[in-house]
């Protein structure tokens, strides 16, 4: 069974800027979350989607937004880039159950100049 | 959210076991206890979880104590291919995982 994808895997960006990054889940997973890690703030939850809804959401602006779409993939968006928004970013997908394990993708190194 | 406690840092030796702690003392009655590791370079990894017995899978045991507000991930044989940082998460939404910082566990040969 194929793991979870991300693309891109790399990006660069300049501020102002704005970015979609995708994710398609492991086969059969219905639900995806998203996480940014960076050196200064760890790993920190951005928002989770089941069958298309969004179900939780992290402390982050309203400049990150995402979508699920009806084949379980997944999308996140960030307009307006700053620097500080310069992580990686972690999408990972899991059965519904709420002690289901989440299988994580290699994640998108995005920077922004 | 409940807060977690983790040591920063933790040393083993290659084949020895490793009891990796983490106390939860605000855990509620419904958290799963998860532990995740993350190796350098890679996205987190799924290790165990459980809610009030010890689970053993073929990764490692998980020890908890019997009030929950503590648990101690036991990785019974340590190689190089472990040194990662840990983190033990108490878990009851659908998909949102609250990671602190975790343990640092570097195993030498």
């Known amino acids: 069974k194929a793991g979870v994808t991300q693309t891109p895997r790399y990006l660069i960006k300049t501020r102002g800027q704005q970015v979609t990054l995708s994710c398609s889940p492991i086969s059969g997973h219905r639900s995806v979350s998203w996480y940014q890690q960076t050196p200064g703030q760890g790993l920190q939850f951005l928002f989770e989607y089941f069958s298309e809804t969004q179900r939780n959401k992290g402390n982050f602006p309203g400049r990150f937004s995402g979508r699920q779409f009806s084949n379980s993939r997944s999308e996140m968006n960030v307009s307006t880039l700053e620097l500080g928004d310069s992580a990686l970013y972690l999408c990972?997908?899991?059965?519904?159950?709420?002690?289901?394990?989440?299988?994580f993708g290699p994640g998108t190194r995005l920077t922004v100049l | 959210d409940a807060k977690t406690t983790q040591p920063n840092s933790m040393e083993s030796n290659e084949e020895e076991p490793v009891h990796l702690p983490c106390n939860h003392s605000?855990?509620?009655?419904?958290?799963?206890i998860h532990w995740y590791r993350q190796l350098p370079s890679q996205g987190p990894e799924y290790v165990i979880h459980?809610?009030?017995s010890n689970v053993n899978n073929r990764m490692a045991s998980l020890a908890i104590a019997e009030d929950r507000k503590s648990s101690t991930l036991i990785l019974h044989r340590a190689t190089l291919r472990d040194a990662a940082v840990y983190y033990c998460i108490p878990y009851n939404q659908g998909g949102k995982l609250i990671f602190g910082q975790g343990t640092e566990l570097s195993v030498k040969p």
């Open positions: 459980g809610l009030t």
């Open positions: 605000t855990i509620s009655g419904t958290d799963y």
């Open positions: 990972a997908s899991s059965l519904w159950f709420v002690d289901n394990e989440q299988f």
